[in-house]
């Protein structure tokens, strides 16, 4: 690059280890305080930061690995440090990334050059520019977005030291602790009280610099009135070499501001991808999920959102498509805790090729939330025999005067709808991906066009058999 | 027929190990008019979705063959990219599918149309206004949350952008009101304005076919045709109905299973008793077909 952004060149040094094999020489014994240490060194961090990873990692060590949900066998937890370890696997030319994630690349149209980025070789494409336009205009309106790990530095310190992992603490789940102790990069976004941002803010390059995006954390603030859309990640450029993604997403929605969160997550399928994401929304905020998983061998993703002031909302818009070796968990926790909260949660699976999808939701009605209203949708779609797909709506609801609504429904594709198609000259093929296309609409149309687009490339390819 | 567009010679399918068509002789001429009327559950829709390739059915004997090209085998899209097209007598919903974007993949599945761009669009506009076709449905999805009346109209605007050679119309006229029924007769005078296409009409009521010069009448029961003539079959069924016609598929199914016997030179007595039986216990009912495969594995 030749006009690299600072935040990138933070991230691309986050691994840089080079100088301190010494540690890595214990990796076999597992994670270590030591390795911890060189990490917060090397980051020049603040004293609280190391004193938050050292209390991370030694929750890490008394948490177990969850034993409810898909496999994670495959990861190896007694060497963990493998995969906090700099990135020396990592392709370091075109030629040697995989032909598949090529061919997707290839076929998603991403540019040469822009593919050659993503790959880690780091060349100057049209994004940065783009990048910077929008920092720029951000900027002049107060906004602030940047990398979290240079953000410690300045003058938003104080306010990440109040925010940061209090949302996910380390105590709430091994991954949590795993994070805390090794976490990498990431943005924070910062919308003062009243500003509405006209354009979305995208995390499509920073996360994809090389070496991030494995143990990132994304800290959003949005204050009191003030209205954003921030979109992670994308497709293609969610590839990363290693195979366990431990990130973790904090958004803090003021009274009555906006807050949508977009993603569309398509990990390399040898990807364990352990994601922990959480809203706080005051009274008459509103959180918007769309969500969009793919990629990964394993996933458990559950975006929660706490409800915590009077008439906050969330809606929660999500579609998972395993293919074949995948077994993706993925679903939503909502808790509403103030009267007048609502939500709407509505999800679609599909499974292929004997692939599992498993909807998974968790609503939470406290005595408090008198009044409250919840609605949870989720349909499946399950492509041929082998498939699977499951459906774990749990709801716990303590309040009175509640209108809780649940629909389910679990389906294959209708053999009518394919003649019906295929009877006016539209191959077998095509017939099929625009019946799937059709059941992902609910959530592509959510999306900005660009990623809608590029939802629909993915279920193509994957109705091709072309990804994995 | 010499030079029919659609033949159709010895069809025998099933569905689930049962057979429902019955050794079908059926031809449409080219610019012909055909009507296949029937009672309830004869099979009529049944021929159709065969005739059109629905993979829900198994042919299990006899020959489809379509502008000269035998078609038995082919995939329903390539039938459709042959020139043949089902009106479907429930068309079938299909949730996210916007009609703008799916119209537009199907006249891109047929290029020699050569409707693309300006051309494509005036055309649309062209046929919508012939049907009185509310601009907004284009952005609904297809045919979900439609009447039955505006779902038929759906169907009608995919015959006119496609002008097949052979439109099947598998009860378009029923259950429409009287504006409904108007809109499909005028969609059928002017598919056959633009484009001289052939029609096989199955249908329950005459009233479609009073303005429409019918060349062929055929008439199915349990299966089977058991009757052919011009168009004043159309006019006997209108004062007699079907009743007359149950006897006739007894005595059609015999004629064709002594054919098979003396050929087979083999046990028509068995066939014959066989048949005499089922006659006996119910005369258009299934036992017939029982006959015919008892028959069948006599032989």
Redesign the interface.
Known sequence: MSAPSSVAEVDRSLYDFKKSEEGFERLAEGLTPDIVREISARKDEPAWMLEHRLRSLEIYHQLRVPDWGPSIDGLDMDHIATYVKPNTSQKSDWESVPEDIKDTFERLGIPQAERSYLAGVGAQYDSELVYHNMQESALAQGVVYSGIEEALHGDYAELIREHFMKLVPPTDHKFAALHGAVWSGGSFVYVPAGVHMDYPLQSYFRLNAKGAGQFEHTLIIVEEGADLHFIEGCSAPKYNVANLHAGCVELFVGKGAHLRYSTIENWSKNMYNLNTKRAKVEDGGQIEWVSGSFGSHVSYLYPMSVLSGRGASCEFTGITFAGAGQDLDTGCRVVLAAPDTSCAVSTKSLSKGGGVSTFRSGITVTEQAEGANVSVSCQSLMLDDISRSDTIPAMDVRAEHVNVGHEASIGRI????L??????????Q??ST??V??????VSKELPLEYAVEMNNLIKLEMEGAIG | MENALLSIRQLNASADEKRILHDIDLDVARGGIDVLMGPNGAGKSTLGQVIMGDPAYTVTGGSVVFDGQDVTALSSEKRSRAGMFLSFQTPVEVPGVPLTSFLKAIVAQHPELGLRGKRYKARLAEVMEALDFDESYLNRELNVGFSGGEKKKIEMLQLLLLEPKLAILDETDSGLDVDALNVVSRAIAAYRESCAGSLLIITHNTRILEHLPVDRTHVMVAGRIVAEDDATLVDRINAEGFEGFADVAGENAETMLSGWDSAANATSDVAAASMAGAEAASPAGTPVSDAVALAGSAR
């Not at chain 1, 209708?414 to 709808?417: A, P, R, V, Y």
């Open positions: 209708g053999d009518d709808m003649f019906y198609l295929m009877s006016r000259g539209i191959s077998e095509e017939a625009m019946v296309n059709g059941f992902a609409n609910p």
